[in-house]
């Protein structure tokens, strides 16, 4: 049987996107190499990491191992604060793209907007120069909240075609995401099963619908993702779990379904304070 494979959603760019893929963070290269190599044998092509997760090296060599034409791989990945400068990034898309072992990046992202320090605007020109060089397919922001992206909005004309935030049934960012699709902006899910400070999977809530829709806890949160039109990286560096994580498009969740998900919303104070942190 063949791999099943995410849809995809167009970016306001240009590019497109695989609704589902596989994140990285926390894997080592070694982890990220067998975790990369697998996941491309269950059909995943979207592989998310950064800078920041010291794995890019193991990230790009897992993609060679997957044996795919480059033109088949959506790899995203972020910069860290040091980089918020206009010509900075070209340095940052550089040193990424080097250990990745690729030519260009198809979304590159500004990982947290550190607004202490105050040059998101200037990253996010950088972006914009990249873009229209070809070095990158997409570009957009990781943790932004509504005001720091309108600023950007404000003062370059040019909409992220991302933003990557915090995002599970227990932190639903409800006006986050009005908020994107207003503007066109794609939501990507981070930590989409819960994270390491909340047991999404064994809330009875989940497990109850898992046991209806005869499916695991895991699969029915990623499919809350889907239903609401996300895009979404769950981490696993289980084969099995790769496997199963991704095989989900063949069921749908009833709407009552995904609003009792939507109800273990905990709301913004459970979230990352991206205004407090951010490196
Ligand atoms: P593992 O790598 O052992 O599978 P998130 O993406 O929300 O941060 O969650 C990642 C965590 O969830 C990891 O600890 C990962 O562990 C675990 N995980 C990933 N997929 C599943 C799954 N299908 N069932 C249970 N746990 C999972």
Redesign the pocket.
């Known amino acids: 049987m063949s791999a099943p494979l995410a849809p995809t959603e167009r970016l306001l760019h240009g590019a497109t996107i695989p609704r589902l893929g596989l994140?990285t963070s926390p894997m080592t290269d070694v982890e990220a190499e067998k975790a990369v190599a697998e996941a491309i044998q269950a059909g995943y092509r979207l592989f998310d990491t950064a800078e920041n997760y010291r794995n890019e090296v193991g990230v790009g060599r897992g993609l060679r191992v997957g044996g795919l034409d480059r033109a088949d791989l959506f790899v995203t990945t972020k910069f860290n604060k040091g980089w918020h400068g206009v010509d900075l990034v070209e340095k940052a898309w550089a040193g990424s793209a080097e250990r990745l072992g690729v030519e260009y990046i198809d979304l590159l992202l500004i990982h947290w907007p550190n607004p202490g320090q105050d040059r998101y605007v200037d990253a996010w020109q950088g972006l914009i120069n990249l873009l229209e060089s070809g070095k990158v397919r997409a570009i957009g922001t990781s943790n932004f909240k509504p005001a720091h992206t309108e600023r950007i909005i404000a003062a370059t004309g040019v909409v992220p075609d991302v933003n990557q935030i915090q995002l599970?049934p227990g932190v639903a960012r409800t006006a986050a995401r009005e908020f994107h699709a207003r503007h066109g902006i794609v939501t990507e899910s981070w930590?989409?099963?819960?994270?390491e400070s909340y047991d999404l999977?064994a809330d009875p809530v989940v497990t109850g619908l898992a046991d209806r829709y005869g499916r695991?806890?895991?699969q029915v949160v990623l499919r809350w993702h889907m239903e609401l039109g996300l895009v979404t990286v769950?981490?696993?560096?289980?084969p099995e779990?790769i496997a199963?994580?991704i095989d989900i498009f063949d069921f749908r969740l009833e709407p009552e379904d995904v609003a009792t998900l939507s109800g273990l919303d905990k709301g913004e104070q459970a979230a990352f304070d991206s205004d407090r942190f951010g490196h």
């Open positions: 994140g599970h930590s989409p099963l819960g994270g999977l695991t806890p895991a769950p981490k696993s560096s289980n779990r199963a994580n």
